[in-house]
């Protein structure tokens, strides 16, 4: 199976929005230069035709020239217009702009003139948008030395297997390939060829390759005896490349900043959802715009809450409720039931009003008082005779953190089945994918059958929901092929596990952990390349496995388009944001023939990424949302006459400036209609009637526009 790329109108924007920026520089093609030979060992000839260099050709541009092209792009976007090229400003960790470090300043201008930013939301493809931006730089003004710069392994290995991909859709649209390498000090024949090769070539590079520490520390920067005693980085910088920084605001260290000018780039490009420090913007697609443009999944979520953990109290967790039109609705809750051997067990059953827990649980004394007064289906809460009431996703009682886990392995099973029978018959394969945070809980090689404790918690829970999905399935047209298809998956054999591999004894192991900015992330390159190469082996209904589970440290080499359903089995981690992990279910899925699902009508019916949380639901909203917020601090929030004024329309007869006087109109008919509250913010009521097409009319002055 393989996935399927098609030319989408809003990665388009995004390539225009920086190609269009250069608009006058002429098509050069690339321009002769001799590659330094270096010392030739004894017997070896200087041979003119295989040290002819070709570099990118000069911007012929004037600075004021590309200002004026930033400007232009940024005004049919509505963006803020740059100041000057040297616009820049840095955000701090809650969004609020501080002033830009006069150092970064300085080291930023060193290594070239010209910094653009564009600003993606993950999950909409800035990957493919900068692969189709070299293309087009290349077409256009004939640059085609590009390295791509990277503040992981994890994303370094994503970037070529996107490479990889995407060739053939590439090689359709523009009738011509890229040839692609990751950067290796022990490989540095490739950099010759890099530099010699007269087509499009593109170098990837984490930046573990000029500031990492030990014995191989910054050798691009030293002169190699292996290299013809020349420097790496000499040989690179002489093809005047264009840099591509992926996440650059994960690599603003010191190492990183005094490094970029070394490479004597031609101009550099930013690409991130979240920039802490921001040059040029000249492309936002963010969070709001994302969901909107329905180009990502929407987001459910189902919160864990422990309620009352006195040691002593009656164990309950209300699963959730269950409405139908034949009968009043019925609550699935768990509690703990005395067997005739005396043992306690905990059971999920279904319960309606006037059920007496005393009674079902054996007579369990924690139980008295327990009778159903009342189940609230739109509240989403059951309420007792003894007054305490239990909303959905909350847990009462004894309630450790095993039960946190299993309930949360529960929950992420039914989500997935639910989600899986719904989109079986349109032939999308629905994964699920649970991050822990040490191998030994999913694989335990102490245990005779080697199943860590969440793998066993998982093939109990997944037979016993599976059993209940299957009693209760309607026998509808179509549903045959899904029965017999979940009939034919054994618990057992479909959850995998991606961690490192021990070389020696093959066995499942802990990564390598090491600090890329603010966060620990695994180093383990086979790790990311097991991941990778099943990536589109998992979109197969062939294939059973369809639970992952995967080390937390190792998220950032998830992206596959079909996880449905997230779950973190792991310690709470500040470190880590609830942005960063909803990131790696938001891409819109795609179906057995690798066909992207976002038919706008039907789009966020298909593509519902449901998070089950190792909080309340209402703490990981509420912490989600505001993540969010802080992230998008530059959208604009006041309709005021200075938000309007200045800013450029597409009439009829052409385009239009909004002066002062058009401003004022339209900042009264907000007030008038009351579409802008007290505080000049845009008010419910506005949104209801654009979305009902039943907006006021305008005012006589502003109808032809």
Known sequence: ??????????????????????????????????????????????????????????????????????????????????TGLTDFTTFD?????????????????????????????????????????????????????????????AIREGVYKSFEITQEHFAELYEKKARFFIYNSSRLHEVESFSSDAGINVMIMNIQAFNARGKDARRMFMELDDFQSRRPIDVIAANRPILILDEPQKMEGTATLEALPQFKPLFILRYSATHRTRHNLVHRLDA???????????????????????????????????????????ARIEFEEKLKSGKIRRRLRRLRQGDNLHELSGGLEAYRGFTISNIDARQDVVEFTNGQELH???????????????????????????REQQLFPRGIKVLSLFFIDEVVKYRDYEQEDTKGEYARIF???????????????????????????????????THKGYFSIDKKSGRLKDPELGKFGDEKLAKDVDAYDLILKDKERLL????????????????????????????????SD??????????????????????????????????????????SYSEFVKGLQKEIAESITSRPRRATVDYFKGKVIQTDSGKVEIDENMARQIYRYLVKNDYTDDNDRITDAYHEHRRNDSLAELPDALKPY
């Open 459 to 493: 093939e109990e829970e997944y037979e016993q929901l599976k059993a209940e999905m299957l009693e209760q399935l309607p026998l509808e047209p179509g549903m045959e092929k899904y029965l017999a298809y979940l009939k034919g998956i054994e618990a057992a054999d």
């Open 1 to 82: 199976m393989k996935l399927r790329f098609k030319v989408q109108e809003y990665q388009t924007q995004a390539v225009n929005a920086v190609v269009d920026c250069f608009k006058g520089q002429p098509f050069q093609g690339l321009a002769k230069y001799r590659i330094d030979p270096g010392v030739l060992k004894e017997g070896q000839q200087y041979r003119a035709e295989l040290n002819d260099g070709l570099r990118n050709a000069e911007i012929l541009l004037g600075n004021e020239q590309v200002l004026e092209n930033i400007r232009e792009v940024q005004a049919r976007q509505q963006l803020p217009p740059s």
């Open 93 to 153: 960790r809650k969004g609020k702009s501080v002033p830009v470090k006069p150092a970064y300043r300085k080291l930023a201008l060193e290594a070239c003139p010209f910094h653009l930013d564009v600003e993606m939301e993950t999950g909409t493809g800035k990957t493919y948008v900068y692969t189709k931006t070299i293309f087009e730089l290349n077409q256009r003004y004939g640059w085609s030395k590009f390295i791509i710069i990277v503040p992981s392994i």
């Open 540 to 571: 197969s209904f062939e294939e059973p496995t369809r639970f992952i589970f995967s080390h937390s440290a190792l998220r950032e080499g998830w992206d596959n388009p079909n996880v449905f359903t997230l779950c973190m089995l792991k310690h």
């Open 392 to 418: 959905s996703g909350q847990a009462h009682g004894d309630v450790g953190e095993q039960d946190i886990r299993r309930i949360q392995i529960r929950e992420t099973i039914r989500a997935h089945l639910q």
């Open 574 to 615: 500040n470190t880590i944001s609830r942005r960063q992990e909803v990131g790696r279910g938001l891409r819109l899925c795609v179906n057995k023939d690798g066909e992207r699902m976002d038919t706008p009508a039907v789009v966020h019916d298909i593509n519902v990424l449901t998070v089950v949380a190792n909080e």
């Open 288 to 330: 709001v715009d994302a969901y909107n443009k329905k180009l990502v999944k929407k987001i459910a979520v189902r919160g864990i809450q422990p309620l009352g953990q006195s040691g002593a109290a009656a164990y309950l967790y209300l699963e959730g409720i269950d409405i139908s039109p034949d009968h009043a609705p019925v």
